[in-house]
């Protein structure tokens, strides 16, 4: 009866995303001890007496990590404020041996920054659109450790190696609407991040963790009531969580239900979303200032760090300023301006890692257009390395080898068409060089020009209909002819060659 | 300069202000209220002609002459460290003695752990080092032990609690190994309320800290009881290094200092105690109370001893964050010194209610000593003192919420046998684990900070705690060098009349001279002065100014030497014995 009215009442309703991130700081020792820092090490090998929160134990500030999240609020368009202090969050749980965090909770160290991210639209999914989420803030704060519950023996082992590792927080406003927007986002981070070196960014081995604080509402109206989805340890994954939950939560509404603000878990298996079990119900965090932290200090410049501090000590903005790497999105506008690619093909480019590296390096040992290398790495190279599941540096074909391939083609030494088997045969016998597989397969292109008259001949002279046809004027019964004629020569003809040849018979 | 009464209404918040303001507008915060020594001081004190020794200062009886046994062990250290050098004494002779010493007190329970063996290998290498004329200092071979709340490696650090009992680090605090580095020899960790949280070193699992004082002739010739159940408390926490330095058996001991912990048990025990500019000595391997005001204190039989401790132990530690840089201090305090160029502050808010007659004697008695040496008095005023207790009670209570939150017997300490859940766990090793003080503290802390209560307890406290510290700073900025204040309203009651009172009464009416001092960072050290009526240590408080710990002591050291303060003298041995076997079966059975 009112069916109609709920497909309005939905047609206007529209996800709202935000996210939290914790990127775990790339360096060589954790936030305030020295232990180091190392994913997939012997449990608890990396646990220095403060990690394990040995009584009498006091933080110490690892400058690098400072760094990292100084370097990150820069790439991001933070303001870095120039004092940040530490607090401490209260709670209970067997990884975090303190009963507390050390956060940044007041006063984070950088602030209203900015992501610009693109993503693709359109029916053939080509139309990049650049959108911006704001960052909140960044904050530095300790990881925990893990635990893992065996639920055999109903017993909870404890690995502290990665207590007290750097985190830094990150929290983008919910100005997303879809869970492909989210991923764009995160996979734009993690870009950005990696460029930096701050952070490794997998989130496979959780050194990039995304919660993603979903709800819905129509435009205009005050935001839903969200929930938090956790458990999320891929960027595709990401996108799928979020949008079943949007849709959930619409489904939801339509029967007249209610929304509950919960944390929700994703599970990978069903693609769905399942509500958590609360830990301690709702948590008063009695959050304090960290007594043992004097408030962090950066400076704009060296000429700005007060007498008696020794530069070579202190996070300066300037000199970590001139440190930053060249980000992708200026990445992508250098390949497109310098290669005359396509901008889409700019992103597949850099956000596949390594495969910018390996573009650049086939154009600088081939003669070709950098327009002809770029077919060649976005279909052939990334095809077979997505139906495989393989990562650019696992390539079985070197960016020199292929440069040799395309070479032997731009040369006319082996039909385009050949080239293409060849490359298939490289990928399955990577020890063996071009010329060898073209040698070997008798693929080398048939130039003696007797040996061509005389192939064409014979295919003329076998399909005497077909000739008629062509001299009556349908000149494209001419293609049949050369059809045959490359299956003849298993394609190792030139098409202009011997279009040339069989119109002159044929006339 | 800025008016006292604007800087303080302003840092209080809109919602602090109606309550603190008309406080305040009474009267500025810390400024010099009258020249010279006030009249409420002035007209209880001795005349000049009397100001001079304890004998002389009424209302004392008088004291005896200690006998030659004790005065071997009362010289000062640079007259050890030269003893040793020149082979009159040997490193290990030293050791044994105190090692008997504290034996022959155990009836104090000053130690909770006694670490004769590894103090005998010590004292052989200090002694090895001194024979071949390579001294690593002028605390190389002298024995000195260490409250039971500093990290020792490889010996047992229990905080006086259940929850450590057993507990081995496996690192040493930085001051402890400052003073091993230096040669100086551990002969064993000391008594104290459990987790450095009470006034008497009565709070403890292994029982409470008597005053050796309570031990003397004097003490006990006015006694009708018997000495096992008439004695003073040692005062707290660090309870156990004041006895132990008190009673000779440690030349030199380390308390720490959050609210008055070492300079209370200093002042009652009638040792030499200094707590030093807060961020001067590093707090690493300390046990913390309060993160914000702990410091690590010193505890001698003379202030020179205390200098030279100092010099060793202070600067900057990486492993801290928040230690400072030492200024640059010569190798030993001046001998000479003219006390014309010094002006001694007087707090009048100092003057509080409950101050015994003897202890305002002493105070009138040593600022007309002062005065008539040429030094200017000044009467002071520290406005919101008052306020200080109340203050700490806040911040105190939420760091140590905070601070122990990591007991939760996962990773060392007691773990309650119940383990039903992680949280069945969690909550009975901590209420077995902790004392009732500790638990008390806990909760209070707990409270203080949820979110709907953090602006009203701990912003408020913290606001207050800048006030304070403001008044200290004006008053310093008047001229004023120093201020000499009473350390402990009176001298130490007696055991059984202190435990009348819940611990968090007696912290409170015990801090309130030297609590002060630990919200604003300052030095301050406390010297004994006389002996009351009762035979007990009085001692008076000078405070000095952020990192002017050095010109503190130099004024102490003046002080020092004009109060002529006695030797101890313990009673006959053979009460020790009897009293030393009954000790030992109650703290077995507290301990157990």
Known sequence: MCSGKIYIYTLYMVGVVGLEVHAQIQSTSKLFSGSHV????????????????????????????????????LALNCTINRKSLFDRKHYFYADMPAGYQITQQRVPIAVNGMLVYSHFEGRRRNQVVTKSVKIKQIQLEQDSGKSLHDDEQSQTLIDLNRAGVGLMELVMEPEMCCGEEAAAAVRELQLILQALGTCQANMAEGQLRVDANVSVHRPGEPLGVRTEVKNINSVRHLAKAIDYEIQRQMEVLQSAGKVLNETRAFDSKSGNTIPMRDKEGLQDYRFMPEPNLPPLFVY???????????????????????????LPSVKRTRLVETYGIL????????????????????????????????????????????????KVSQSPISPCALAELINLAESGHISSSTAKQVFQEMWKAPEKTVGQIVKEQDLWMINDKEELQKICRRIVDSHPEEVQIIRRGNKKVLNKLMGEVQRETKGRTDPVQVRAILEKMVS | MESPTITASRSVSRRGEKRFHVEISKTGGGEVVAQGLPAWLSTLSAGPASARGPESASPQPPTRAAPNTAQTCRHLHSKVSQALRDGRVSATELCRKCIDQIQRTHYLNAFITITGETAMEQAQRADNRIRTGKPLGPLDGIPFSVKDNFCTENIKTTCASKMLKGYVPPFSATVVQKLLDQGAVLVGKTNLDEFAMGAGSTDGVFGPVRNPWSYTTLYREQSTEDPDSDWAISGGSSGGSAAAVAALSSF???????GGSTR?????????????????????????????????????????????????????????????????????????????????GIPKEYHAPGLSTDTLAQWSRVAAMFEQAGARVQEVSLPHTQ???????????????????????????????????????????????FNNVVRRRILSGNYFLLKSNYERYFVKAQQMRRLITEDLKNVFRSGIDVLLTPTTLSDAARYTDFIQEDNRTRSAQEDVFTQPVNMAGLPAVTVPTALSRRGLPISLQLIGQTLQDWKLLTVAHWMEQQVN??????????????????????????GS
């Open chain 2, 565 to 590: 303060f006695p030797m101890i003298h313990l009673h006959g041995d053979s009460d020790e014995r009897k009293l030393d076997r009954s000790v030992r079966e109650r703290t077995h059975t507290i």
């Open chain 2, 387 to 433: 306020h200080s207790i109340v203050c700490y009670h806040v911040l105190c209570c939420c760091e140590v919420a905070s601070n122990m939150a990591r007991f939760d017997g996962l990773e060392y300490g007691h773990r309650s046998t119940i383990d039903s859940s992680t949280d069945a766990m969690y909550a009975t090793t901590r209420h077995e684990g």
């Open chain 1, 343 to 390: 901008q889409e093909h700019s992103f597949t480019l850099v956000n596949e890692d390594g495969l910018m590296d390996y573009f650049e390096n086939v154009v600088q040992t081939t003669k070709a257009e950098p327009r002809k290398v770029i077919g060649w790495v976005i279909k052939e190279l990334m095809g077979n390395l997505n139906s495989q599941n393989l």
């Open chain 1, 300 to 326: 704009e410049s060296k000429a700005s760090v007060p007498a008696g501090v020794d530069p070579a000590q202190v996070v300066v903005i300037d000199r970590l300023s001139a440190q930053l790497p060249e």
């Open chain 2, 264 to 344: 209370n048990p200093g002042s009652l025990c009638g040792v030499v105690a200094l707590k030093p500019t807060y961020g001067l000595l590093s707090r690493h391997g300390l046990i913390p109370l309060v993160n914000s005001m702990d410091v690590p204190g010193i505890m001698t039989r003379s202030v020179h001893d205390a200098a030279t401790v100092l010099r060793i132990l202070q600067g900057r530690d990486e492993r801290d964050s928040t230690t400072v840089q030492a200024p640059s201090t010569p190798p030993s305090l001046p001998e000479h010194f003219d006390i014309r160029d010094i002006c001694v």
């Open chain 2, 252 to 258: 030199l001991a380390l308390g720490s200092d959050t």
């Open chain 1, 38 to 73: 190392r994913f997939l090490a012997p449990p608890n090998s990396l646990v220095s007496h403060f990690d394990a929160s040995l009584p009498g134990t006091l933080p110490v500030l690892n400058r690098r990590c400072v760094e990292a999240a100084v370097l990150t609020g």
